[in-house]
């Protein structure tokens, strides 16, 4: 289909916003490629549009190009696309290559790629073969968009998100002892959890402490919204898990880090941690799990481990939900430390109805 967008008053904006909304469509589906959009327009009307759907398919720009019904007009035609074109040859061939053979005079990136293996690259060999090149149109949407892509290159670690639930006063569950029976308090409703589920499929693994394992024995799949299941790890320093819980006993991989034990066993993995502070434990693990290619890290678990991530400044966004009901007692929920906030931005309206709303902080640098 044609789109004409010659009354808004700024075009170049909206067919850059546009690609951030193709590149959204991979949100689930395409990590640990970043997502990409690229649309051709041709005297204001686009006639080409493409998404990077998954690693190892063809990228945005490719699919945008062989959209375009009449080739000929690619020679008098811009590419707009919110990620640098690839330069290298990966699962598929660089992007810059086809872009120059079909002779598209003009290019608009959002944003620098920070893969090393592209980098600038794709850039100047665009450059090189006379293509005018112009970076920075809607850069910090399509940083945003990509923030678990652009962490992972530049920090050498996946892209950590707190999550948590919380009353009115500022409870997040009774006082609960393994084995005491007690039940955790539900403050998520059936549509909150829908959500949790979302933010699940987005994540490539979700971390949970040794107590919520015991206490919920969750088994942290996708059970409300379509995609693939993050890996589970759970930090049990003590391997005190008993081996018939739901994460251990079912079909889904879990890797267990623990100070004093390593085995395998089928898809079920336990590797000892070799330091013994709760900072030094964590960047380890994720040192791990960037080695292993987890560009984002959803951490559920209780207030223990989400403190020990809050006080080694190992977060960068945090969702909370709040229950607008007050309990009166309980366990406390975490402080967030206002010197290490960038912004936030409350989702209030979505979940009026049911008394809820939720909370996204995000984190300075």
């Not at 790890?233 to 890797?255: I, T, Y």
Request: aromatic share 6%; charged share 20%; proline share 5%.
């Amino acid at each position: 289909m044609l789109h004409n967008n010659t009354t808004n008053k700024n075009p170049e904006a909206v067919y850059m916003q546009r690609c951030l909304q193709l590149a959204a469509n991979g949100r689930i589906s395409c990590s640990p490629n970043p997502m990409v959009g690229a649309l051709l327009v041709h005297q204001n009307t686009i006639i080409g549009e493409g998404w990077h759907h998954r690693a190892g398919e063809a990228h945005a720009e490719p699919k945008a190009i062989r959209a375009v019904k009449n080739q000929e007009l690619l020679k008098e035609s811009t590419l707009y696309v919110n990620l640098e074109p690839c330069s290298h040859f990966g699962k598929t061939p660089p992007c810059t290559d086809l872009i120059i053979e079909k002779k598209i005079p003009r290019v608009v990136i959002a944003c620098q790629d920070p893969f090393p293996d592209v980098c600038g690259q794709g850039i100047a060999k665009l450059n090189a073969a006379g293509i005018k090149v112009e970076v920075g149109l809607e850069a910090e949407a399509a940083r945003y968009l990509n923030k678990s892509f652009f962490c992972f290159h530049k920090k050498k670690r996946p892209y950590i998100t707190l999550k948590w639930a919380q009353t009115a006063d500022g409870y997040s569950d009774f006082i609960r002892q393994p084995g005491d029976g007690q039940k955790a308090l539900l403050i998520s409703s059936a549509y909150s959890q829908l959500l949790v589920h979302k933010l699940r499929a987005e994540s490539d693994a979700i971390l949970v402490g040794s107590r919520t394992a015991l206490l919920d024995n969750p088994q942290l799949t996708l059970r409300h919204w379509p995609g693939r299941h993050p890996l589970r790890v759970v930090l049990d320093r003590k391997n005190s898990l008993q081996k018939d819980l739901l994460l251990l006993s079912d079909k889904f991989p879990c890797l267990i880090f623990t100070l004093n034990y390593s085995k395998t066993v089928g898809n079920k993995e336990w590797l000892a941690l070799s330091r013994h502070r709760m900072s030094n434990e964590l960047e380890e693990m994720l040192a791990v799990l960037y080695s292993r290619n987890i560009h984002s890290l959803l951490v559920e678990g209780g207030s223990t481990l989400q403190k020990a991530f809050l006080d080694a400044g190992l977060w960068d966004e945090i969702q909370v939900e709040t229950w607008h009901t007050s309990i009166g007692r309980g366990h406390k929920a975490l402080h967030i430390p206002e010197d290490q906030l960038k912004e936030c931005h409350i989702s209030g309206r979505v979940l009026s109805s049911e008394n809820r709303s939720i909370t996204h902080y995000l984190r300075k640098g």
